[in-house]
């Protein structure tokens, strides 16, 4: 099971350092088989190897290892900390940063020529959602577009636009759909759900067949909230 924490821009480098000792000490005394991850801002980066029980991740970097391209962080920056995680796909870069299925793809070959691990997201828009089922996954796939599912290091993250940050995650029955659907087609890939997670959705979420995790955001900011969200994952876990 997986349980991400998606920072995005929230967070300071202080209170990155305190969330993350808070957590590391709490999954010290709570032993859990969870896989816990966290993806903070880029200035708030601390040594990946700090905490021991943490997965420290990348919501963002370029294709590249060093070199000319203003504002943004290659390898070499994610090195430098033993980085080895990151998110690739997040519709809020998608739409809002306008990134394209094709830099998205580089991206993605660049971070498995790393050898890194990825959570790739995938989602619809309301306007795709209303156009049914059959729409959703047609977009979904298309979402795959130069994608390498064969990639060991891989898991995909299911977010639907509408329910990202709106307090309304989708339906536990319409997950479940897409979900068992998705994993059909693509075996063994860990599946995990985001948009709008919170400690009382979580459980329901975790328990359907084809959900091997959850990617969260506003749910995860606020450490002692994040502890109980692993604490729902890890008695999922435990049927
Ligand atoms: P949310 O964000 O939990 O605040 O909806 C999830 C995400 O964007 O990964």
Redesign the pocket.
Known sequence: MIVAA?FKINHTRESTANYLEALNLFLDAYSTLCDVRVYPVASSFLRADLYSHVKLGAQNFYPIINGAYTGEIGAQQLNEFGIKNVLIG?S?RRVALKETQELIAKKYAFAKENGWEIIYCIGESKDVRDGGFESVMEYLWSEFDGIDINYEKLSIAY?PIW???TGVSAKVEDIAKVLDTLKSKLNDIPLLY????NTENLFSILSLKSCDGA?????SLDVANFCKLIQIAQNVQKQ
């Open positions: 998606n997040h809020e977010e329910a990202i940050g985001g948009g709008s997670v990617l969260v955001g506003n749910a």
